[in-house]
């Protein structure tokens, strides 16, 4: 079984084991993005190098029994969530540029968690509709 296979409860236990890194777990979630992303279209951005680093911090915050329920887990977020410094559309063409100066509460209690966020997902406009086209 790879890593990006487990369940979160299946990953927390292993980290708090000491068999699997949040970086390990991280690196296999990417990866299997990269593999199938041009055929799912799930993600509008990610950042690899970001996630990675966060993975990083949340391995240091594991082993100094630091950090929330979540901390290592790599987690996406929607489109609709406001996530500091990284453009935010909506799925709309009329926010294509809007690059939010804060993080939207949910976001900022997943990095204080130690969440480590892996990019942001497609949606319909203003999440207003269900047909989950890209």
Same mark, same amino acid.
């Given at each position: 079984? =790879?890593?990006?296979?487990?369940?979160?409860? =299946?990953?927390? $236990?292993?980290?708090? +084991?000491?068999?699997?890194?949040?970086?390990?777990? *991280?690196? #296999?979630?990417? /990866?299997?993005?990269?593999?199938?992303?041009? @055929?799912?279209? +799930?993600?509008? #951005?990610?950042?690899? =190098?970001? +996630?990675?680093?966060?993975? $990083?911090?949340?391995? /240091?915050?594991?082993?100094? %029994?630091?950090?929330?329920?979540?901390? &290592?887990?790599?987690?996406?977020? /929607? $489109?609709?969530?406001?996530?500091?410094?990284?453009?935010?559309?909506?799925?709309?063409?009329?926010?294509?540029?809007?690059?939010?100066?804060?993080? !939207?509460?949910?976001?900022? /209690?997943? @990095? !204080?968690?130690? &969440?480590?966020?892996? %990019?942001? *997902?497609?949606?319909?406009?203003? +999440?207003?509709? #269900? *047909?989950?086209?890209?």
């Amino acid at each position: 079984m =790879e890593p990006f296979e487990l369940t979160i409860s =299946e990953a927390l $236990d292993r980290m708090s +084991a000491g068999e699997l890194s949040s970086r390990e777990l *991280t690196a #296999s979630c990417l /990866k299997r993005t990269a593999d199938v992303e041009d @055929k799912v279209h +799930a993600f509008i #951005s990610y950042d690899s =190098e970001s +996630a990675l680093e966060m993975a $990083d911090r949340a391995d /240091k915050q594991r082993a100094q %029994g630091e950090g929330g329920e979540l901390c &290592g887990i790599p987690i996406a977020i /929607k $489109d609709l969530l406001c996530t500091n410094g990284v453009k935010t559309t909506c799925g709309s063409r009329i926010l294509e540029h809007f690059i939010p100066p804060y993080d !939207a509460t949910v976001v900022a /209690k997943i @990095k !204080a968690q130690g &969440g480590v966020i892996v %990019g942001k *997902t497609s949606m319909d406009e203003f +999440a207003m509709g #269900s *047909t989950s086209e890209t």
